[in-house]
C-alpha cells in the first residue's frame, strides 16, 4: 500500500514509517521542513516538501494522487501557542480531509487525543484548552465526512519501548500512557483491516496483544 502521513517527522510517524517499509508498504511522509528529509529517507519513507500551514487543495491532493490511505499525524507541537493549535491539529486535518476526497482516497487515519470529544475543564490552561477543542472540531468535521475513517485517541505518549500489548476500546476508556511504538504498530494493524471504519478508538497500555485487539473490533 501507498501510505500518505502528515506530519511526517513526528514521533509517531517516523515509528509507522519504519514499521510500514518494513513490511514492504510504500509510507510517503508530508513534511514542513527540507531539513527533515533525511530522517524520513532513513526511516524507509519517502519525504514531500508540503505545508499543511500553507497549502492548497489541488497542492495537497496532488501529492495523494494514487495513494492507498492518509494518515493524520501533524501536530503543532508542545512549545506551540493557541493559534497553531487550530492552524494546525484542526486547519490541517480538515484540509487534509479535504485533499483527500478531491483525490479519491477513501481511507482517512486520524490521530487525535483522549480528552477530545468533550469541552475543556473551565478554568485550565489555555494552550491545552486550545488543542483539546482544536481535537474535538477536527474530529467532528472527520465524521461528517463519506470517508473510511478512523479516529484513533491514544492515552498519555511516551517514548519507552513498545510493549505490543494494549487496551483498545470504544470510548470512554480510563486515562493510561502508551508508547508512541505502540500506537505506530495499532494504525498500521487499522490500514489492513475495515473493522476500523466509521469508530472512534481510545488507546492505552494494556495486556491484549495488538493483533488480537485489532481483530476484536469486529468483521
Known amino acids: 500500500m501507498r501510505i500518505v502521513i502528515a506530519g511526517g517527522h513526528g514521533k509517531i510517524a517516523l515509528r509507522l514509517e519504519r514499521l510500514l517499509a ?10 514542513r521542513r527540507p531539513e527533515h528529509e533525511p530522517d524520513i529517507q532513513a526511516a524507509g519513507a519517502r519525504a514531500v516538501l508540503c505545508d499543511l500551514e500553507k497549502a492548497s487543495v489541488e497542492e495537497v491532493a496532488a501529492h495523494l494522487a494514487g495513494a492507498d490511505a492518509v494518515v493524520f499525524a501533524a501536530g503543532a507541537g508542545p512549545d506551540s501557542g493557541a493559534a497553531r493549535k487550530d492552524t494546525v491539529d484542526r486547519g490541517a486535518s480538515v484540509l487534509l480531509a479535504d485533499a483527500a476526497e478531491r483525490a479519491g482516497v477513501s481511507r482517512f487515519v486520524q490521530i487525535s487525543s483522549m480528552g477530545a470529544g468533550k469541552p475543556p475543564e473551565p478554568g485550565g490552561d489555555e494552550v491545552w484548552a486550545a488543542y483539546i477543542t482544536a481535537k474535538t472540531e477536527a474530529e467532528n468535521d472527520l465524521r461528517g465526512r463519506d470517508l473510511d475513517w478512523t479516529i484513533l485517541r491514544p492515552g498519555a505518549l511516551t517514548d519507552v519501548p513498545g510493549t505490543a500489548l494494549v487496551t483498545l476500546s470504544d470510548p ?40 488480537t485487539a485489532v481483530r476484536a473490533l469486529g468483521p
Open 22 to 31: 518494513g513490511r514492504g508498504d510504500e509510507p510517503v511522509g508530508l513534511i
Open 172 to 211: 470512554p476508556l480510563p486515562p493510561g500512557q502508551v508508547p508512541r511504538e505502540d500506537v505506530a504498530a495499532v494504525i498500521a494493524a487499522l490500514l489492513d483491516t475495515p473493522a476500523g471504519h466509521h469508530r472512534t478508538l481510545e488507546l492505552i497500555g494494556g495486556d491484549t496483544p495488538i493483533e
